[in-house]
């Protein structure tokens, strides 16, 4: 499914690894996201992996989902981006709720 776009909060990061894929050795982060509709595993690629933080409510536009291993998947691609809607700061409990931070592949902006 293509097209995608989700609002969630970021719940967990289930696993960091070094992966190697087709175009060579890259960082993979797994966070799951949910909403009041249930939750998701997000594949967070690269620099990808640091924008987000547990707490933080994300929005995905344009993302893609398919099945690995038999479990759905959200991925953003080259079409895709992700923005940080609000930001929870752990060390004193503030929710900032304002457009922090923007992920979009070179050339998108």
Not at 6 to 18: M, P
Not at 57 to 74: A, Y
């Amino acid at each position: 499914m293509e097209g995608v776009s989700i609002i969630g909060r970021v719940v967990k990061i289930l696993e960091e690894a070094d992966v190697e894929t087709r175009f060579g050795k890259s960082r993979l982060a797994v966070a799951m996201i949910s909403d009041e509709t249930g939750s998701i595993k997000l594949n967070l690629w690269r620099w990808q992996a640091d924008l987000v933080k547990v707490g933080d409510t994300i929005r995905v536009e344009n993302g893609f989902v398919r099945s690995f291993k038999g479990q759905l998947e959200l991925n953003v691609g080259s079409k895709g981006k992700i923005v940080v809607v609000s930001r929870h700061d752990h060390s004193d409990t503030k929710l900032f709720h304002h457009r922090l931070a923007v992920w979009r592949p070179y050339g998108k902006y």
